[in-house]
């Protein structure tokens, strides 16, 4: 569904005059008409929405692009059956990231012989979604090749359980305001992959190359107005060589070229009533001669 975002921000970005396309107030004006559709038009989750990754993705939205395994792994974590309102959920947020931390450790989804990583879990606006209560958590592992072992861990079929088991121990088991006597085990689900992010890099070199071509083709010296295309004194166009309008078509119909097919059957035509008039002068003169003979 943000690819169907994103396609609905580059044709709303077209509808703009080109100076307009690099205002960043109007850029952020149209990522967030982006989001709105996401939301409201194509019912997606307000908590799987990245701010910071749709900008990216519209950076270079006409680009083919490249990308790479990032440092960070995100996760979905939905909280099951949900009594919790967000408004609830909201001063409870930096103890779901204090049990990553720490869960992303514990022995049932690590490897025996894998040591523990320190990563920084930062957790997004939570969204009411039917039952569930969904956040988006960012865990960052510091490099791509630790975020790879991470995600085999938060991956782990043990790692909702731990998490929930952890996360109702801070929260104390009980929800916000709620008599101490009823006390709540919060069971997660979790979804969670490694991120991919763009090769910026190479998508800044490929839009360079691409900028210098087009300006290449713009003002390139063979093309246009230039020495071997176009109106030149070349071989080609309106020149003076031997083809186009060279010497060949400007002596057309001149002294020095060929009389054309019209022309010729005029010559012939005159030729012709030249000698009959002739051969009737002479039996004229003939007929009288003989006349004056007798």
């Not at 559709?37 to 990216?56: A, Q, T």
């Not at 409870?92 to 879990?121: C, H, P, R, W």
């Not at 295309?229 to 060949?248: A, R």
């Not at 012939?268 to 003939?286: E, G």
């Amino acid at each position: 569904m943000e690819k169907l975002a994103l396609e609905k921000y580059r044709v709303e970005m077209q509808k703009l005059e080109a100076s307009e396309r690099t205002d960043d107030a109007k850029v952020n004006e149209k990522v967030k008409e982006a989001q709105t559709y996401y939301e409201n038009e194509l019912n997606g989750d307000p908590s799987d929405w990245d701010d910071e990754r749709f900008k990216k993705e519209a950076k270079y939205v006409d680009q083919e692009l490249t990308y790479k395994k990032d440092k960070r792994v995100e996760m979905k974590v939905s909280m099951k059956d949900a009594n919790l309102t967000v408004d609830e959920y909201k001063p409870m947020k930096d103890k779901l990231e204090a049990s990553i931390e720490e869960e992303v450790n514990n022995a049932q989804v690590k490897g025996g012989s894998d040591t523990d990583m320190e990563v920084t879990a930062s957790c997004g606006e939570p969204s009411k979604y039917g039952s569930k209560m969904n956040i988006v958590c960012k865990i960052d592992a510091g490099d791509a090749t630790k975020a790879g072992n991470l995600e085999t861990r938060v991956r782990h079929a043990k790692f909702p359980e731990v998490l929930g088991a952890k996360f109702t121990e801070k929260a104390g088991g009980r929800r916000l305001n709620a008599p101490r006597h009823l006390s709540t085990a919060y069971a997660f689900e979790t979804e969670a992959s490694q991120e991919l992010s763009i090769d910026e890099a190479e998508a800044d070199a490929a839009k360079a190359n691409t900028d210098t071509e087009n300006k290449n083709i713009n003002n390139d010296g063979n093309t246009g107005n230039d020495g071997n295309t176009g109106n030149d004194n070349g071989n080609t166009g309106n020149d003076n060589g031997n083809t186009g309008n060279g010497n060949t078509r400007l002596n057309l119909g001149g002294g020095n070229s060929p009389s054309s097919s019209g022309e010729e059957e005029d010559l012939l035509s005159v030729s012709s009533t030249t000698t009959v008039s002739l051969l009737s002068a002479m039996f004229t003169c003939l007929a009288v001669y003989l006349l004056q003979e007798n």
